[in-house]
């Protein structure tokens, strides 16, 4: 170690491996110790853990890519996963989004949106359109959710999801839904977003992306609250419908029990 090293504080050291491997910043704690002795190890034990936390996640990612190993060994290349978000709320369109994501991909963190915080979402929705082979997202309206019913418009959106894939899917893997109208083979998961990669994939690529939507829509109808509730009924939305009436973006199907 040079005299400069000697003069390193903890947070400079961490500064050093915060980006290595976890292998490889252990690996450099136990050579710091050589010179800064005891002091070191709170980071390594803070490291050690960082490792089973890290071993832990590649354990439970990999059970969650068991459908997808399934479809690969029987030769399919390309699987989309296919979820959607804003089937419930009773404003705004149903999102639905539709990742092929590479066979080999790993994403730290990647679970049904349900399940993660708005900032947990953001950060694996960039990296999942960053890794992605190709991914697209179908919007559908709140018009055309009244006039064919949440189920057949949830079923419209996904199906523009994936015919505006780039690349060609061998495989569907839908959370819940089975799309006829599409000549793919295709398996029906139910909690798919759960227990496989693709869906967990796309549902948060369809929640960030209607999430950013609603947010939109609360500048335009402020008084709604929809940065808040995304269209949702809780009960500060059903008493801004009840004061207010509904507005251009509600569904009237969904709201009517409401309306004044």
Do not use: W
């Not at 400079?12 to 136990?30: F, S, V």
């Not at 071993?55 to 068991?66: C, H, I």
């Not at 505006?164 to 599409?182: A, M, R």
């Amino acid at each position: 170690m040079t005299q400069m090293n000697e003069k390193l504080t903890l947070k400079q050291i961490e500064t050093i491996i915060e980006e290595m491997p976890i292998d490889r910043a252990i690996e450099r704690l136990y050579v710091f110790k050589q010179n800064y002795g005891a002091k070191v190890d709170k980071l390594i034990i803070k490291y050690e853990k960082k490792k089973l936390q890290l071993e832990k996640e590649l354990k439970r990612f990999e059970n969650m890519r068991r459908y997808e190993k399934e479809a690969y060994s029987e030769g399919v290349k390309y699987i989309a996963g296919i979820d959607e978000a804003g089937r419930g709320p009773l404003a705004g369109p149903v999102v639905a989004a539709a990742v092929i994501l590479p066979e080999n991909v790993f994403i730290n963190g990647l679970n049904d949106s349900k399940k993660l915080s708005e900032k947990q979402r953001e950060k694996l929705y960039s990296e999942i359109t960053e890794k992605a082979i190709s991914y697209e997202v179908g919007i559908v309206d709140e018009k055309i959710i009244d006039e064919l019913n949440i189920l057949n418009a949830t079923k419209m959106a996904m199906e523009i999801a994936v015919e505006s894939l780039k690349v060609k899917p061998g495989l569907l893997l839908i959370d819940s839904v089975k799309l006829d109208s599409l000549k793919i083979p295709q398996k029906s998961i139910v909690k798919g977003d759960s227990l496989s990669i693709s869906i967990a994939a796309a549902s948060i690529i369809a929640k960030v992306t209607r999430d950013r939507l609603l947010e939109e829509m609360d500048s335009i109808y402020p008084e709604y609250g929809f940065k808040k509730h995304k269209g949702y009924g809780t009960k500060e939305h059903i008493e801004a419908i009840r004061k207010f009436g509904i507005c251009p973006i509600h569904r009237i199907s969904f709201t009517k029990n409401f309306t004044l």
